[in-house]
Structure formats: C-alpha cells, structure tokens
C-alpha cells in the first residue's frame, strides 16, 4: 500500500479552535448587545422626535392663526378708518362745493352793484354828486370782493385738505392690501400638511428677506397710518366748521351791507323825488309869474305906445301954433299946457320904457331861470329815472346774496355752480 503524502498547511490546534467558537458567540452576543441598544436608542429618538415635530408643527399652526388673528384685527381697524376718511372725504368734497357755488353765486351781485354805480354815472351835471349812496355801492363792491377773496382762500385749503386725505386714504389703501396679501400668504401656510403637494425643500430658507421688520415696527406703522388719516379727518371737520361759520359770517356781513345800500338808495330817491316835486312847483310858479310879466309887457307897450301918440299929438299941435302969425304967437295958457303935456308924457314915456326894459330883463331872466330849472328837472327825472332803475336792479339780490354764501335759499337763475375740482369719485372700501 502506496503512502498518501499529505498537502503541507497550518493546522490549529484544539484549543484554538475552541477559543475562536467562544470568541465568534462572544462577538456575536456583543453585536446583538449593541444592535438591541442601537434599536431601542433608535425607537426612543422616532418617538421624541415625531412628538417635538408634532408639538412644533402645533405651535406654528397656533401661531399662524394669532398672527391671523392679529392681521384681521388690524385690518378690520385699517378699514373702519378707511370708511370713516371716505364718509370725511364726502363731507368735504360737498363743503368745498358749497364753497365754490357760494363763489359762483358772488358774481350776480358784484354784477349788479357795478351795473348800479355805471348807471348812476349817468347823471348829468350837479346831479352827479358823491352822495352816500355811491358810498355804500363801493363798499358793497369791496366787501364783496373781500368776500370772494376769504371764499377762494377757503376752497383752496379745502382742496390741500383733500389731498391730505387722499394721500392718507391711499395710504389706507396700501396698508390693507399689504395685510389681505399676508392674510392669503398666512392662510395658505396654515392650510399646508405633510401631504400637501406644493411643499418641497428650498434653498437656504432661514435667510432673512430684505426689508424684514419687526412687529413693534409693523404695529407702529399701521397705527401711525390710523392715526394720520384720524388727525387728517379731524383737520377736515374743523375746516368744514369754519367753512360753514365764515359762510354765515359773510351771509351776515352782505345781507347788512345790502340793506344799508338798498336803504340809503331809498333815502336818495325820497330825497330826489322830493326835490323834483319842489322843483316842478317852482316852475308852474314861476311859468304863472312869467305869464303875468308877459301881460304887464304887452300892457306897459300898449301904454307906451299910447303915450307916444298922445306925445306925437302935442308935438303936432305945438309945431302947428308956431305958425301963427303976429301977435297972436303968444305964450298963451294953451301953449303952457302943452308944454306941460309933452314934459310930463315925456316923463310918463321915459318912466315906462325904463320900467318896460326893466321888465323885460326881468323876464328874460325868468325865462333862462325857467330853462335852467327845466334842465334840472330834466337831469332829476332822469337821475330820478336811474335811481329807480337801480332799485330795480338790486331786486335781484334778494335771493341771490344769501345763496352767494348760505346755501338755505335756491340760487339765482343763470348762475352756474362751479362743478368739483377735485374729480374725486366714491372710494371703494377693500374687502
């Protein structure tokens, strides 16, 4: 039998053999020692980490709907003040339209005073005179240009005003839509879940976006908004109440100049139409005393002319007797009488034309008196006439004063109000 050479390697003993087994269970019991550990490790980070997720996710949820909460209040103060500047803004935009059909509504009777002192300049000669007729119609003129003045100061501010509240409104405006789109932004976080299709993971999301500000700073800026729009409304309603005080004010202030004007127009025509009644008795006086020296005239001539006949009669009848011849041209009683005659209708002539001239230079300045008083007369009627035209006119601010600036009475027909320069139409609330 052949010999089986055996394959040379290394052979272990028993005893390592063994030693390996135990260390192959002791490593083994070790690893399933490590790997129990490892899963009870595992097991208790699931449990506390799923609950700190859940409790996590909670409080964001929780703190979602405060901050909801929170925005909606603030908004709902936002609009209530946006309502509040727009019912302002009303009220004011109805005040300057107020103001600028007042405006408007002084032009009838600046109008109509200027019409009364161009048609009082018509009088002629003395009647033109500076009476205080022509005094109250200046005054009117400057008051009412005064008036127009304070009226176009207060559209004016009242229209800067309007701006103001606008510019708050707009303000308002922004802020509410800034909050309605944080509102949609925070309800769409707090609707979002785990198995939500729009969640991903992004890039770098703990940045923080420019702009970021605090809440005392987002607190502090809507409430300063309220409060600017508050001070602006406030503003606006004092405005409004001085508005509607000067608008009395100066109802007041033209009612009382138009009355003393009417007043002492009415004094002057009295006083014009008592002067033409004097002055018209004084013409039918004087035109009667012209037609008595007219007759004591023709009669003084008929006299005169008569005294000259007698004169040419005597003058006759002393040339005749100079041609008697002799001795019986004597100075005898005849010739003395008419010599007698002749001076003393000599002196009756003289007497009468002196006295005749002196009663026709009387005449004539009747005459030119009477056409002098005809003239005025004349001048009266026709002032007269203008007064009277002037009082006719100024009826038409009977009602047309208290709408210039009062507004309880209907405008003149014809006047125009002025349409609202703002162009501000109704603000429409955000939802």
């Known amino acids: 039998m052949s010999t089986i050479e055996a394959k040379p390697c290394l052979h272990h003993s028993v005893a390592d053999w063994q030693n390996n087994n135990r260390q192959l269970s002791a490593t083994a019991e070790h690893e399933r020692d490590v790997s129990h550990l490892t899963r009870q490790e595992g097991r208790g980070l699931r449990n506390e980490t799923t609950i700190k997720t859940w409790w996590d996710e909670s409080d964001t949820c929780r703190r979602l709907g405060e901050r909801l909460w929170d925005v909606s209040r603030c908004k709902d103060s936002l609009e209530s003040c946006a309502v509040e500047v727009d019912t302002e803004m009303e009220a004011l935009t109805l005040a300057k339209e107020e103001l600028e059909q007042a405006l408007g509504a002084?032009?009838?009777?600046?109008?109509?005073?200027?019409?009364?002192?161009?048609?009082?300049?018509?009088?002629?000669?003395?009647?033109?005179?500076?009476?205080?007729?022509?005094?109250?119609?200046?005054?009117?003129?400057?008051?009412?240009?005064?008036?127009?003045?304070?009226?176009?100061?207060?559209?004016?501010?009242?229209?800067?005003?309007?701006?103001?509240?606008?510019?708050?409104?707009h303000q308002l405006t922004m802020d509410l839509q800034n909050k309605m789109d944080a509102l949609d932004v925070d309800r769409i976080c707090l609707s979002l879940t785990v198995k939500s299709a729009q969640i991903s993971l992004k890039t770098n999301p703990l940045r923080i976006p420019p702009g970021t500000v605090t809440p005392q700073e987002w607190a502090q800026f809507s409430q300063y908004n309220v409060t600017v729009a508050q001070e602006a409304m406030l503003l606006s309603q004092q405005m409004?109440?001085?508005?509607?005080?000067?608008?009395?004010?100066?109802?007041?202030?033209?009612?009382?100049?138009?009355?003393?004007?009417?007043?002492?127009?009415?004094?002057?025509?009295?006083?014009?139409?008592?002067?033409?009644?004097?002055?018209?008795?004084?013409?039918?006086?004087?035109?009667?005393e012209i037609s008595e020296m007219e007759a004591d005239i023709r009669g003084l001539d008929q006299d005169l002319r008569v005294k000259t006949a007698s004169l040419k009669?005597?003058?006759?009848?002393?040339?005749?007797?100079?041609?008697?011849?002799?001795?019986?041209?004597?100075?005898?009683?005849?010739?003395?009488?008419?010599?007698?005659?002749?001076?003393?209708?000599?002196?009756?002539?003289?007497?009468?034309?002196?006295?005749?001239?002196?009663?026709?230079?009387?005449?004539?300045?009747?005459?030119?008196?009477?056409?002098?008083?005809?003239?005025?007369?004349?001048?009266?009627?026709?002032?007269?006439?203008?007064?009277?035209?002037?009082?006719?006119?100024?009826?038409?601010?009977?009602?047309?004063?208290?709408?210039?600036?009062?507004?309880?009475?209907?405008?003149?027909?014809?006047?125009?109000?002025?349409?609202?320069?703002?162009?501000?139409?109704?603000?429409?609330?955000?939802?």
């Open 106 to 169: 002084t032009a009838v009777p600046l109008q109509v005073t200027q019409e009364c002192l161009t048609l009082r300049q018509g009088r002629r000669g003395l009647e033109l005179v500076g009476d205080p007729v022509e005094e109250e119609l200046k005054q009117e003129v400057r008051l009412i240009e005064r008036v127009q003045q304070e009226l176009q100061q207060h559209v004016g501010r009242t229209f800067e005003q309007l701006c103001v509240l606008q510019e708050a409104r």
């Open 240 to 288: 409004r109440e001085n508005a509607r005080l000067t608008r009395s004010k100066l109802q007041n202030e033209l009612e009382k100049q138009r009355r003393a004007t009417e007043f002492a127009l009415r004094k002057r025509t009295h006083t014009e139409e008592q002067s033409r009644q004097e002055l018209e008795w004084q013409l039918k006086i004087t035109e009667d």
């Open 313 to 431: 009669l005597a003058h006759t009848r002393l040339e005749n007797r100079t041609c008697r011849p002799g001795m019986d041209l004597c100075r005898d009683q005849v010739q003395l009488g008419l010599v007698r005659e002749v001076q003393q209708l000599e002196a009756s002539i003289t007497a009468l034309d002196q006295k005749l001239g002196e009663a026709q230079h009387s005449l004539q300045k009747m005459c030119l008196h009477h056409a002098r008083m005809t003239q005025d007369l004349n001048r009266k009627q026709e002032a007269l006439s203008l007064e009277q035209r002037s009082l006719n006119t100024r009826h038409r601010l009977t009602d047309a004063t208290c709408a210039a600036v009062g507004g309880d009475k209907p405008a003149v027909a014809g006047v125009v109000p002025l349409a609202n320069s703002s162009g501000r139409s109704r603000l429409r609330t955000l939802a």
